[in-house]
């Protein structure tokens, strides 16, 4: 059966939502996500054997207690959801992803998010796994001229262009 979970987070904060292979995932994260000046993060990692415990790091309280937080709602076996501030996910993303355990991303958005998530058996214990993601809402439209300068202008403004 496939269940929603939504994220809980504050509106404005960013978020990655991955799956990785290997418990080192934990200390690779977080060595990326400390390469950013004045960063402020949280890691979760859900390991998917052995003790099959929720594994953690960051160097921002708030930002820990809401990975661990979600990580325990989402529960899928190797996925690791990163929380952030002062950061944004196009900061780090590149870098995550070249993290050797990682295998794949399945947001990176501030946007409020459901995971899609698969429960079943495997050799008589519960296992589970993210099956998808919905990240914010659906389109509304097809962007004019108008919309295009705003999105040039606001991209100008928040520096990610010149």
């Known amino acids: 059966m496939i ?12 978020f990655i939502l991955g799956q990785s292979h290997f418990i080192k995932s ?6 990326v996500m400390a390469n950013v000046p004045g960063a402020k993060f949280g890691i979760a990692f859900c390991e998917a054997s052995g003790p ?11 930002m820990v207690q809401l990975a661990i937080k979600n990580a325990e709602r989402i529960s ?3 996925s690791f959801i990163i929380f ?3 950061c944004f996910p196009i900061n780090v993303l590149n870098a995550i992803k070249n993290v050797p355990e990682v295998c794949r991303i399945f947001c990176a958005t501030a946007n409020p998010t459901k995971v899609l998530v698969y429960e079943t058996a ?18 509304k439209g097809i962007e004019g001229e108008k919309e295009k300068e705003e999105r040039r202008e606001f991209l100008r403004k928040i520096g990610y262009k010149r």
């Open 84 to 86: 952030m501030k002062n």
């Open 52 to 62: 099959c415990l929720i594994r953690y790091d960051g160097n921002d309280e708030e």
């Open 3 to 14: 269940q929603e979970v939504e994220i809980e987070k504050p509106e404005e904060i960013n």
């Open 76 to 78: 899928a076996g190797h």
């Open 122 to 139: 495997i050799n008589g214990e519960a296992g589970r796994g993210i099956v998808g993601v919905v990240d914010g809402y659906k389109s």
């Open 26 to 31: 934990v200390e690779d994260l977080y060595e």
